[in-house]
């Protein structure tokens, strides 16, 4: 009998196992499709001293990888920026991935130029056809006012801050710490010397922590009836990974030190 039931597991395992790479073997190449991860990317040009920034925008792929480079056609759709103001430098998924950036060269904003605007299409070609309908298309801003920071950076503000953005939040830290907050990491891994990216040790983002509690509550209790509110563009996010523009936005807006992280 054991050995009856032995014969017929090894047969539903074999026959699942088919199932499987015949499930792998239908997809075809042909059904590969890419869309933006979220619908509005801000970069922040604040305390960047260069003529140019690169600014990645991420992209969502659905398919299999190939042993060939493949491109994604893009149009602008429409922009408040003219051709010399940006270029796009990278709109490739490599071969043997199934992953990428739009890479779009920023010229830096000259004075009196509050910020930028391209809204870019994904079009379907021969590699990729389209993807989720409601992230076809995304709105690139680089500004010289505060925005949330390159992921890089704002997963670690999410961590050891607050898991909300405002601009009034980030007008605080930046009159603490200065322009450097918006370049801090966390892993030495992530610094280049393109990005411009300043390591910080754990115990420097702990420290950061506690002092940002500090300023925000000494103040508040020295002005009971006007404590620091975030800005209405105020947003809680469920993950450091949810693009801007997804996150919640509630009815009523928050005290800052409300939705400070508290380690």
Same mark, same amino acid.
């Given at each position: 009998?054991k050995?009856?039931?032995?014969?017929i597991?090894?047969?539903?395992l074999a026959?699942l196992?088919?199932?499987e790479?015949?499930?792998?073997?239908?997809?075809?190449?042909?059904?590969?499709?890419?869309?933006?991860?979220?619908?509005?990317?801000?970069f922040?040009l604040?305390?960047?001293t260069?003529e140019?920034k690169?600014?990645?925008?991420?992209l969502?792929?659905?398919?299999i990888p190939?042993?060939?480079d493949?491109?994604i056609?893009?149009?602008?759709?429409?922009?408040?920026?003219?051709?010399?103001?940006?270029?796009i430098?990278?709109? =490739?998924? @490599?071969a043997?991935e /199934?992953k990428?950036?739009?890479?779009?060269?920023?010229?830096a904003?000259?004075?009196? +130029? $509050?910020?930028?605007v391209?809204?870019?299409?994904i079009?379907?070609n021969e590699?990729f056809?389209?993807?989720?309908?409601?992230?076809?298309?995304?709105i690139?801003?680089?500004?010289?006012?505060?925005a949330?920071?390159?992921?890089? =950076?704002? @997963?670690n503000?999410y /961590?050891?801050?607050?898991?909300?953005?405002?601009?009034?939040l980030?007008?605080?830290? +930046? $009159?603490?710490?200065?322009?450097e907050i918006d370049?801090?990491?966390?892993r030495?891994?992530?610094?280049?010397p393109e990005?411009?990216?300043?390591?910080?040790d754990?115990t420097?983002?702990?420290t950061l922590?506690?002092?940002?509690r500090e300023?925000?509550?000494d103040h508040?209790?020295?002005?009971?009836?006007?404590p620091?509110?975030?800005?209405?563009?105020?947003?809680?996010?469920?993950s450091?990974?949810?693009?801007?523009?997804?996150?919640?936005?509630p009815?009523v807006?928050p005290t800052?030190?409300?939705t400070?992280?508290?380690?």
């Amino acid at each position: 009998m054991k050995r009856y039931m032995t014969v017929i597991f090894a047969a539903a395992l074999a026959c699942l196992a088919s199932c499987e790479k015949s499930d792998i073997q239908t997809f075809k190449v042909e059904d590969c499709s890419v869309s933006f991860t979220g619908i509005e990317n801000s970069f922040s040009l604040r305390g960047w001293t260069e003529e140019y920034k690169d600014l990645h925008i991420p992209l969502r792929m659905i398919g299999i990888p190939v042993d060939y480079d493949r491109a994604i056609t893009l149009e602008i759709k429409d922009s408040i920026a003219t051709p010399g103001d940006y270029q796009i430098l990278s709109s =490739v998924v @490599k071969a043997g991935e /199934l992953k990428a950036d739009i890479v779009v060269r920023a010229k830096a904003l000259p004075d009196g +130029v $509050e910020q930028k605007v391209i809204v870019m299409k994904i079009v379907p070609n021969e590699f990729f056809r389209a993807g989720l309908p409601r992230y076809q298309e995304a709105i690139v801003k680089w500004t010289n006012s505060y925005a949330r920071p390159v992921p890089d =950076v704002w @997963k670690n503000w999410y /961590l050891y801050i607050s898991t909300g953005y405002s601009k009034a939040l980030h007008k605080i830290l +930046v $009159e603490e710490y200065g322009d450097e907050i918006d370049f801090c990491v966390r892993r030495k891994s992530e610094v280049t010397p393109e990005n411009g990216l300043i390591y910080k040790d754990p115990t420097w983002w702990s420290t950061l922590n506690k002092r940002v509690r500090e300023i925000v509550r000494d103040h508040d209790l020295m002005n009971p009836g006007n404590p620091y509110m975030h800005s209405d563009d105020y947003e809680d996010y469920p993950s450091a990974g949810t693009p801007v523009g997804q996150g919640r936005k509630p009815t009523v807006i928050p005290t800052i030190y409300s939705t400070l992280v508290s380690l």
